[in-house]
């Protein structure tokens, strides 16, 4: 893990996450052989953007294993209202704690909690970023229910493009062979940055296409022959001729185990401009009613709006409540790890290690992150830029903060004298401190450069 801190889901190795379900298997099954095992440990609980289930089951989890708790959870209340910066406020409490625990507004803002602070901190939500323990809550609750994750099919419905909890449970669910389905809100699909780190880093397709049964979802009835939606196919990626889309064949079959998480639509997230209504998913008694979905199961990280019905409640397919019970056993099995009060019993993989075909670059020349929510543009001084690189699918740097993708248009070397499309930039030999990037031709002459490619 980063520094003994969990800010991304990455951060644990399939192992290391198995070791935490197993343990808050144990809790779970005898609570009481927990108590105490956390004495005279104390957790900062810093919560600087609205929580109510996940503070709830930290500070729950933490007293339950014997520890106190130490809390902020309005900003305007310490010394940040007087414009202290995130790391000083982060060394200090660090130094109040044997463990920090950070929900912020910022994307990004755990990785720098986890450079400045003294004790592991865990990631308790940072923007539309990552959502790690939530995730691991998630995984607990599927395969306590189907024993496995392998092989597990799950459609995830709502809003994939702000939901940090999506963002964080599909790079785990990838891990460990899951098939996975995603219905978004019109408009509301995954991010093109999340998307490029499936096709590179797990290998695996987004794919369109037409299946039966999901069409309900929509309130739209089945003679359209099966909505459109987007598969993640858990074979190598290939090449695929367009032509041959409409002959991929991708069903859910009668009595099959299947698994929905639903979430909400955002809005707090939202540009001004979107708001508008729009085409988003819903499941309710009618969908629920189908032959198909005889054996799934309805997750939601909630708070829910109108997208899960109340009448799904009382059915006995659903699990959210016991989801969100789930986050007491399963962090405290991960904070008595962390802390060192149980053993893993697998190592992780080693820190430092860049993402599968990636290049680390710090503060690379004419490279910012411009992403207005990440901690690189909030806090400047604290969060110096760095990137990791890629050529595949197409040449970008992916901020290490918020893991946005900043896309240039055009590079030159400092010591030539003129510019070329990225596209030709070499595969091989690269020194990227020699290189300055650009956005737009004008950037580029701006800088003294000539055009220097056809077209």
Not at 26 to 52: C, H, K, W
Not at 246 to 255: A, E, M, R, Y
Not at 392 to 411: G, K
Request: glycine letters at 8%; one cysteine or more.
């Amino acid at each position: 893990m980063y520094k003994g801190s969990l800010v991304t889901i990455e951060d644990l190795s399939n192992e290391q996450i198995e070791d935490v379900l197993d343990l808050a298997q144990e809790v779970q099954e005898n609570p009481d052989a927990f108590y105490g095992i956390a004495s005279r440990r104390i957790m900062a609980s810093l919560f600087l953007e609205p929580s109510t289930r996940t503070r709830g089951s930290f500070e729950a989890a933490m007293k339950r294993l014997g520890g106190d708790t130490i809390t902020t959870a309005d900003p305007r209340s310490s010394s940040m209202e007087k414009g202290e910066s995130l790391a000083d406020t982060i060394r200090i409490w660090s130094g109040y704690s044997d463990l920090i625990v950070l929900r912020h507004p910022w994307e990004g803002a755990a990785h720098l909690a986890a450079e400045y602070s003294d004790v592991p901190v865990i990631n308790a939500g940072d923007g539309s970023h990552e959502h790690p323990t939530q995730t691991l809550l998630d995984l607990y609750t599927l395969r306590k229910e189907f024993g496995s994750l392998g092989g597990l099919k799950i459609v995830l419905c709502g809003d994939l493009k702000h939901g940090r909890t999506v963002h964080s449970l599909i790079y785990a669910l990838l891990r460990f062979g899951a098939a996975i389905i995603l219905a978004p809100g019109e408009g509301l699909g995954l991010p093109e940055h999340a998307v490029h780190r499936i096709e590179t880093e797990y290998a695996r397709s987004i794919q369109k296409v037409r299946l039966p049964g999901l069409e309900a979802l929509y309130g739209e009835g089945p003679e359209e022959g099966g909505s459109v939606v987007d598969a993640i196919y858990m074979t190598p990626r290939q090449p695929h001729s367009p032509t041959l889309l409409d002959s991929i064949q991708f069903s859910i079959g009668k009595d099959e185990p299947l698994a929905f998480y639903v979430t909400r639509r955002q809005v707090e997230r939202e540009a001004a401009t979107d708001g508008s209504l729009r085409r988003y998913p819903h499941i309710n008694a009618r969908v629920l009613g189908r032959a198909d979905f005889s054996r799934a199961v309805i997750l939601h990280p909630l708070p829910r709006l109108d997208e899960l019905s109340t009448e799904v409640d009382s059915d006995s397919r659903s699990r959210y409540f016991e989801q969100a019970r789930n986050g007491v056993p399963v962090r405290m099995a991960l904070m008595a790890l962390m802390l060192g009060l149980k053993a893993w019993r697998n190592e992780s993989r080693p820190e430092g290690a860049p993402p599968k075909g990636g290049l680390y670059v710090s503060s690379p020349r004419s490279i910012r992150c411009m992403n207005q929510s990440c901690v690189t543009q909030r806090e400047p001084r604290s969060a110096k830029a760095k990137f990791t690189f890629f050529q595949v699918p197409r040449v970008r740097f992916v901020c290490s903060y918020c893991e946005r993708e900043v896309l240039p248009a055009f590079y030159a070397s400092s010591t030539g004298e003129a510019y070329y499309p990225v596209e030709e930039l070499p595969s091989r030999s690269l020194d990227l401190s020699n290189l300055a990037f650009f956005f737009d031709e004008s950037s580029a002459q701006a800088s003294g450069l000539r055009q220097s490619y056809s077209g």
